[in-house]
């Protein structure tokens, strides 16, 4: 039997690589490959855990760089996973698209296996570091319902890149913003923001019940605070290129109070991604602790203070975070309801396909 071949982009690609009979064989490489990287990037950590449960006691000690920059390789490894993943998403070949939506699924996924894995076996959800406040006590919670998001959203992923590996629709952008759609490199921008910020949450959370003096403890802040530094930077382009490419105008079929409500909601998405590594950085500041970039630091900027750490570590870590559940949850929750129950599927398109 003769194989035909497509055209895509120049390459030519048999068209049997993308025929359902073979999607398993194209999926399992690349989740394999992910989780392996994962596995060794965390490796190191592992070995601690019987100790890190031990200091969960009460002893403190020096938390030190980890041997070898693990953590800067780590926030390295997750910051290219990202922009990777972005890049591939809005490719015109759908067989691209959908080799970004396996990345995708293989980050979820590997969220997911450190969670049930790495954090359960800690042993921290049960001996945390001591509650600040009565909401510290809703973080094991917390962890347990983004690790079981992230399960389902990898798999629901994994079923999008079957879809997408089945067609032949290609996408066709221009890189600047269109009437009804974004362009390139607002959606380049768009979720490449969005996945880093998603890491950031739980990565956040575990890493403020980590007990005092745990080995890796620091090596958590280094990856969160590197990757809050680089969220903020995008975030400040993604404010400059929509002054220079106007946004799409909202779908004609929203309500007057739909459109309000999601022009509210965008606004204060912007906000929280501002706020949030703004008052990070103050809290960090203020507590005498470094801020980390890679392989290196800036030390603070002024005195510490505990009085003012207790007010930047409040909106950071209890105010904010929960407003931004609940405007986070609006947004997808409402872009859910206009593509699956209102059948708005341009609203949906205008950032996705």
Known sequence: MIKKRVNIDGFAMPDHLVQVPELLKKLTPYVMASLVLFTTLVWPTIGHAENAINLAVGGNGPSPRIAGDIDSWTALAILLLSITTAWAFNYKAPIVRGFGSVLAASGCLAVACWFFWFVIGSGFLENPKPNQTPLDSAKPALLWMQGSIALLAGLFLLFVARRQFASNKTLVLSVDN????????????????????????????????????????????????????????????????????????????????????????????????????????????????????????????????????????????????????????????????????????????????
């Open 178 to 353: 269109e009437k009804q759609r974004y362009g390139r490199v607002s959606r380049f921008l768009h979720w490449t923001i969005a996945i880093l910020f998603l890491a950031l949450i739980p990565m956040g959370i575990f890493a403020s019940i980590i007990p005092e003096g745990t080995e890796y403890r620091n090596a958590y802040y280094v990856v969160h605070k590197t990757l809050g530094v680089v969220v903020f930077a995008l975030l400040l382009i993604r404010l400059l290129w929509n002054r220079m490419s106007k946004r799409p105008e909202l779908d004609p079929s929203l309500k007057p109070y739909e459109r309000k409500l999601a022009h509210g909601v965008h606004i204060a998405l912007y906000g929280m991604m501002i706020a949030i590594p703004v008052t990070g950085f103050v809290m960090t500041s203020f507590h005498g602790y470094p801020t980390f970039f890679f392989i290196w630091e800036l030390e603070p900027l002024w005195a510490p203070s505990d009085t003012a750490t207790l007010i930047w570590g409040t909106l950071h870590k209890y105010l904010l975070p929960y407003l931004l559940y609940l405007i986070l949850g609006a947004h997808i929750l409402g872009a859910l309801k206009h593509h699956f129950v209102d059948k708005h599927s341009a609203a949906f398109k205008r950032m996705v396909g």
